[in-house]
Nanobody, 116 residues
Framework: QVQLVESGGGLVQPGGSLRLSCAASGFTFSSFSMSWYRQAPGKEREFVARIASTGGSTNYADSVKGRFTISRDNDKNTVYLQMVSLKPEDTAVYYC?????????WGQGTQVTVSS
């Protein structure tokens, strides 16, 4: 079955950087677009970034455009989210996600905390 396992979260100071990873299994990774979402305390889960199956197309939320970069390695079945110039408002649990057979799948999430 589909499994998505995020890693790479942690505590970082404002202006710092982190790279999140999501290891995928249970499906043909190279055939599906992949996305990152996040959920801050007391807020709804929101879209962050998406990358097409081949990596040739990406989309970003306006709030992260120019600071976050989504990428993928289809040989390693892994999608990444490089985050730079982090702000306190980026604090959230970050989730890897994909959509298959009319269902959206989620990983368990990784906590990112931006604080001095």
């Amino acid at each position: 079955q589909v499994q998505l396992v995020e890693s790479g979260g942690g505590l970082v100071q404002p202006g710092g950087s982190l790279r999140l990873s999501c290891a995928a299994s249970g499906f043909t990774f190279s055939s599906f677009s992949m996305s990152w979402y996040r959920q801050a305390p007391g807020k709804e889960r929101e879209f962050v970034a998406r990358i097409a199956s081949t990596g040739g197309s990406t989309n970003y939320a306006d709030s992260v455009k120019g600071r976050f970069t989504i990428s993928r390695d289809n040989d390693k079945n892994t999608v990444y989210l490089q985050m730079v110039s982090l702000k306190p408002e980026d604090t959230a649990v970050y989730y890897c996600s994909m959509f298959k057979s009319a269902r959206r799948y989620w990983g368990q999430g990784t906590q990112v905390t931006v604080s001095s």
